[in-house]
């Protein structure tokens, strides 16, 4: 199976549960959503890095009281225990739509979706608090802020307010994302193709701004996370690991004279003739572009994304 096949698989069930099941769920601060399932215990599956996630839902009293982890096979200490620390995450918001794991990015949104498989047969219905609401998540070459609007308790529009996305990439990945959240009422939607780190970000700031807007998620930000677009390199060689396409990718970042002057790879185990070559290109990218924020190379989305998060952990030591 190929890359482009795999991520299919992960994200198309998605966009389906969303219309039934995605975004739905108790109470988020500042902006109310309501639902009130059939106790019971239920099944679903999703996908996650490497294959299929199965859990077993069990609710009682119309709440999600305990998830269970039946079948996966995903990275021993990163995949499950990404998988673990969202499953705790949905428990304690009653919504399935929580922060992935740092590292466990497709482990995490497959628990979420194998969660909204087996609630989607436990009934429970959407209703957003109607009102205008602003949020801002992390995108490509900074924050994204929107705002929503909700109408009859819906996603009436979505507005972005500021980005600065590539033109013509990003901004058409958000507009196109933006468009499949409002048509299945679901911030868990397909990415747009080529303007990954676009869309994710579009979706982080509509789900922060229907928790009732996104001002304490961004002083977090500020305070707890590197802006990668304006970095100051300072000199010295550092260490980062982040997972690729079949697992770790470990680099050695060199700096001097403040300048990034080599990105080593030290271990990786991704497909030959396809993500080792765009771990060397994205490498020999980094440096000439003295920047981490590049481009993925095509049909190597995985393995691309996997190093850039590497340096980026390796920068941020």
Do not use: C
């Not at 992390?138 to 929107?146: A, N, R, W």
């Not at 572009?289 to 481009?295: F, K, N, S």
């Amino acid at each position: 199976m190929d890359k482009q096949q795999k991520t299919a698989l992960i994200l198309m069930p998605i966009i389906a549960i969303g219309i039934l099941a995605g975004g739905m769920f108790i109470t988020n601060q500042g902006n109310e959503t309501s639902a009130n399932y059939t106790d019971g215990v239920y099944e679903g599956e999703g996908e996650g890095f490497n294959g299929p996630i199965k859990v077993e839902v069990s609710v009682e009293g119309g709440k999600v009281t305990s998830i269970e982890l039946v079948e996966h096979s995903e990275t021993e200490g990163i995949g499950d225990v990404g998988a673990e620390e969202v499953i705790a995450n949905i428990i304690a918001s009653q919504n399935t739509e929580v922060e992935v794991s740092s590292g466990a990015t497709y482990s995490s949104n497959g628990v979420m979706e194998a969660v909204s498989n087996a609630l989607s047969e436990a009934g429970g219905s959407q209703t957003f608090t109607d009102g205008e609401f602003e949020g801002e998540g992390e995108g490509f070459k900074g924050p994204i802020k929107v705002k929503v609007t909700v109408e009859g308790g819906k996603i009436a529009s979505i507005e972005l307010v500021e980005h600065g996305e590539t033109e013509g990439i990003g901004d058409v990945g958000a507009e196109e994302v933006i468009a499949n959240i409002i048509a299945s009422q679901s911030t868990t939607v397909d990415v747009s193709s080529g303007a990954t780190y676009s869309s994710e970000g579009v979706m982080e700031a509509v789900s922060n701004a229907l928790a009732g807007g996104s001002e304490g998620e961004a002083e977090e930000t500020e305070a707890g996370e590197v802006d990668f677009s304006a970095i100051e390199f300072v000199d010295g060689v550092y260490e980062g690991v982040a997972e690729g396409y079949h697992g770790d990718i470990k680099v050695e970042v060199e700096v001097a004279g403040g300048e990034l002057v080599r990105v080593d790879v030290l271990e990786q185990t991704e497909t030959e003739g396809i993500g080792d070559v765009a771990l060397e290109e994205l490498s020999e990218t980094m440096v000439a572009e003295q920047t981490v924020d590049v481009d993925t190379v095509s049909g190597a989305t995985w393995s691309s994304e996997g190093i850039i998060e590497a340096v980026k952990s390796a920068l941020s030591n």
